[in-house]
């Protein structure tokens, strides 16, 4: 049994959870909060949806993830959106919003949240991230059961932090499995997950899906090295990354006035 089958197969799509009802959309904003707060986060929430199904489906065109395997979460406020576990990407609309408070406690939709939804709390109440995408890419998979550290071949790690550290395997959707990642991320935003995937984290969901991206061209790019019978790779070293760093915070366009 693959990971990707056992990460559905206790769940199926479209099954309603105890916490919700009615058509799984925006409506449910009565849920654990006033009608006046919700009313006004519907139109924010709504956009949010929006981004985060088209990224969702995004890891699909993208090969990073095969059928429902990974998930996308955004933060909107207080309320943590979230894919609804089991249902393909491609039949997700408006009506199907899932959101929940940081607690845990489902205040929008009716479908059920993604089974990692401990992993994605856990990484929103400890940093400050407002967005994430955990995927099961092929290349960032295979470097997960080989490392216990991506190896900086690429000066593009020092976007990610550092060095991406991999998180010891546990099982998919457990407390155990975000306490490790939660230690894996300290100082980053992207982790590996061992024989599992990846995990990264930003402001937005645009640069959280770079960042995945990212990671997992630099694993192909360390695959590729490492298999090749010229040698082992050259690796930058921490001064290296360091300058890295220090451009990359002058990266890219001025804030517009």
Do not use: K
């Not at 058509?23 to 009608?35: L, M």
């Not at 899932?98 to 089974?115: A, M």
């Not at 546990?170 to 590996?192: F, K, N, Q, S």
């Not at 024989?195 to 192909?220: I, V």
């Amino acid at each position: 049994m693959t990971e990707q089958r056992g990460e559905r197969e206790p769940e199926r799509r479209g099954e309603r959870t105890p916490h919700g009802g009615g058509d799984g959309g925006g409506d449910r904003d009565g849920a654990g909060r006033g009608n006046a707060e919700g009313d006004r986060d519907r139109p924010a929430l709504a956009r949010a949806w929006e981004v985060l199904v088209a990224t969702a489906r995004r890891t699909v065109a993208d090969g990073l993830v095969v059928g429902t395997s990974g998930n996308v979460s955004v933060r909107v406020g207080d309320t943590v959106l979230v894919t609804p576990t089991g249902v393909p990407y491609d039949r997700l609309g408006p009506g199907d919003m899932v959101g929940l408070g940081l607690d845990g406690r489902q205040v929008l939709g009716s479908l059920r949240p993604t089974s990692e939804l401990p992993l994605h709390l856990a990484v929103y109440r400890a940093t400050g991230a407002r967005a994430i995408v955990h995927t099961h890419a092929v290349h960032s998979t295979a470097v997960s059961t080989l490392v216990d550290e991506l190896p900086p071949i690429h000066y593009m790690t020092a976007a990610l932090g550092g060095p991406v550290r991999v998180a010891p395997y546990a099982t998919y959707g457990t407390d155990e499995l975000a306490g490790h990642v939660l230690r894996a991320l300290t100082g980053r935003t992207a982790c590996l997950l061992r024989n599992h995937g990846t995990l990264t984290h930003g402001d937005t969901l645009d640069q959280a899906y770079d960042r995945t991206a990212q990671l997992e061209w630099m694993c192909r790019l360390w695959l590729t090295a490492t298999a090749s019978p010229a040698g082992p790779p050259s690796l930058l070293t921490p001064a290296q990354l360091a300058e890295v760093t220090a451009r990359l915070e002058n990266y890219g366009q001025p804030d517009a006035p």
